[in-house]
Nanobody, 127 residues
């Protein structure tokens, strides 16, 4: 059974940085994609970034490209989201997610493509 446990997050001023981590367990993640999503109050959960575990390929939402970096650490089975130049509009609950890719070559960006989810962590950016 896939388990995802998140850590990190908190309160930061605009322009600051935060790092989120997602510890994954339960399966071998070589054929998985790991995604990050966020949900602000009153809004839909939206895609932020994702990484294909096998080769480290990444995709990003336009709103975070150049500011956020997703990475994985194989030895620790951990995926991280480094967030720099944070803006108040980045305030949200952030979720990591996992999806078994099988034979798919693309990295999913849609919430409903992901089957496993972390518990969520709050990120608040003050202006």
């Amino acid at each position: 059974q896939v388990q995802l446990v998140q850590s990190g997050g908190g309160l930061v001023q605009a322009g600051g940085s935060l790092r989120l981590s997602c510890a994954a367990s339960g399966v071998t993640f070589t054929r998985y994609a790991m995604g990050w999503f966020r949900q602000a109050p009153g809004k839909e959960r939206e895609f932020v970034a994702a990484i294909r575990w096998s080769d480290g390929s990444t995709v990003y939402a336009e709103s975070v490209k150049g500011r956020f970096t997703v990475s994985r650490e194989n030895a620790k089975n951990t995926v991280s989201l480094q967030m720099n130049s944070l803006k108040p509009e980045d305030t949200a609950v952030y979720y990591c997610a996992a999806e078994f890719l099988g034979s798919r070559s693309y990295i999913p960006r849609v919430r409903h493509d992901y089957d496993y989810w972390g518990q969520g962590t709050q990120v608040t950016v003050s202006s």
